[in-house]
């Protein structure tokens, strides 16, 4: 998106590259999930391509209760663009034994399960509390798992290097280097434990059994996409203990 100068599609004052309008009236026809056809960027889209412009508004309806994706489809469907809701099929990973055994040899592995703890997420209010992640590592330590954290540049950045420090004191940590190398790590463990992030989506449509940890979004909505993908809710009246049994016990 940087690289093709996206970015000035957000202002309408902004004069767009070149390149910019080379590349959009490439395609006979753009859909969108930047905002529906009333947003600035479906707008400049549409005068920049020269082509039709399918403006998918990614927010819910505050009047379905379907999945997310469900929701998308059917705004396509207006469109009378073909599209087919989720069936919950994971994704086809053809070399997960050799993701598993890249994983297994970058943890120096032990014990029979790999198990990834991503206690991190685009927003902290979507975030379980992090005394439940620390408990939920450490116990599984104690049992046939080996398991190691996951971070990435929004948590390095939120809260340095320090809080990096903090997880190594309890276990391996993995740092997600690029989104391509994460999702290769995913892929490779037995079992994933996220918040409503990127990559507990991740893990939950690569077929990795997974654990999705959901405060204030609506999981009917937002859960992840998978057979395997277990949901469990968090709130300030669970006590610690109960909820990291509660999410051990889904493993």
């Known amino acids: 998106m940087e690289e093709l100068g996206l970015h000035g599609l957000y202002d309408r004052c902004a004069e767009l590259s070149p390149r910019t309008t080379e590349f959009l009236r490439s395609f006979d026809g753009v859909v969108s999930f930047l905002g529906g056809s009333g947003e600035i960027v479906s707008q400049r889209l549409a005068e920049a391509s020269k082509c039709e412009v399918f403006a998918i508004d990614p927010r819910p309806s505050p009047q379905s209760d379907l999945h997310i994706v469900s929701q998308w489809v059917e705004q396509l469907h207006r469109y009378s663009l073909s599209a087919e809701a989720p069936s919950g099929n994971e994704l086809e990973i053809h070399d997960r034994r050799a993701f598993r055994e890249q994983l297994r040899s970058r943890l120096e592995a032990t014990k029979e399960r790999t ?107 937002w859960r992840p996409l998978g057979r395997d993908c277990s949901v469990v809710s968090y709130s300030s009246d669970r006590s610690i203990a109960h909820l990291v049994r509660d999410i051990i016990n889904h493993l």
């Open 115 to 221: 198990v990834l703890c991503h206690p991190g997420g685009g927003g902290l209010k979507k975030c379980c509390p992090h005394e439940v992640f620390e408990r939920i590592v450490t116990e599984l330590q104690a049992k046939d798992y080996s398991v190691a954290w996951m971070i990435g540049p929004d948590e390095m950045e939120r809260f340095g290097v320090e809080y990096r420090r903090r997880l190594e004191r309890i276990a391996p940590v993995l740092y997600e280097e690029s989104v391509e190398v994460a999702a290769d790590w995913v892929a490779g463990a037995d079992a994933f434990i996220g918040n409503d992030a990127g990559m507990t989506h991740v893990a939950a449509l690569c077929g990795v059994e997974t654990i999705a940890l959901f405060g204030p979004t609506n999981p009917t909505i």
